[in-house]
């Protein structure tokens, strides 16, 4: 088993949640160790599926090339769904507009 897809994708978690999550948290009142702390919490469960996902359910055997189109498709929904938590969470903000 490859350590790195993991190490990846949680270093990711961590610089976009610790990056963005206390910020967002601040901006609707609540105290910086609280936001630190759902921000923490937020990230312990990232870790957690992505070790789940990467790690402990990984099958070596089944490993092989995926077609390019497989690829793309699964970026293009990602992107998607990136796209639509980017949206909900500035909902609040854009409410505050009107």
């Keep these: 088993m490859d350590p790195w897809p993991f190490l990846v994708v949680t270093g990711m978690a961590f610089l976009l949640v610790f990056s963005f999550g206390p910020v967002y948290l ?5 105290p910086l160790p ?7 919490v937020t990230f312990l ?24 189109a497989a690829r793309l498709r699964r970026i293009v929904y990602w992107a998607v769904a990136l796209a639509l938590v980017l949206f909900g969470l500035s909902l609040p903000f854009l409410a505050e507009l009107h």
């Design 26 to 30: 601040l901006s609707f009142g609540l």
């Design 34 to 40: 609280v936001a630190l702390g759902v921000s923490a």
């Design 45 to 68: 469960g990232l870790a957690a599926a992505a070790h789940y996902r990467l790690v402990w359910t990984a099958a070596p055997d089944l490993a092989g090339e995926v077609p390019a």
